[in-house]
């Protein structure tokens, strides 16, 4: 089982930045990729960033050019670092983790509680 905490949501104006967390703990080695996804209010959950095995990474057109995504596994923590924030980023931000068959053949994914981002225009 992984557990993950997200932190550092809260309310930022519009331009500015601010930098996610989630932590993990738990049975941390079978972790294979993370990821932060986020609802605005209204809309389905979408996936903003990724990173698999600590160096492949993904981002969403909204927020590429825009986010940085890294992973300190020495600590194990994720991190989401978003720039120029936008009104439109305003969501409830989850962790995610995927075991794809490390320790669970079938894998297994993991999420967090959720952390909000309110941007203010």
């Known amino acids: 089982q992984v557990q993950l905490v997200e932190s550092g949501g809260g309310l930022v104006q519009a331009g500015g930045s601010l930098r996610l967390s989630c932590a993990a703990s738990g049975d941390t080695r079978c972790i294979s990729a993370m990821g932060w996804h986020r609802q605005a209010p209204g809309k389905e959950r979408e996936l903003v960033s990724s990173?698999?095995?600590?160096?492949?990474?993904y981002y969403a057109d909204s927020v590429k050019g825009r986010a940085t995504i890294s992973r300190d596994n020495a600590e194990n923590t994720m991190y989401l670092q978003m720039n120029d924030l936008k009104p439109e980023d305003t969501a409830v931000y989850y962790c995610?983790?995927?075991?794809?068959?490390?320790?669970?053949?079938?894998?297994?994914?993991?999420w967090g509680k959720g952390i909000l981002v309110t941007v203010s225009s």
């Open positions: 995610n983790a995927d075991d794809l068959g490390l320790c669970n053949k079938a894998g297994m994914s993991y």
């Open positions: 990173i698999v095995s600590g160096t492949n990474t």
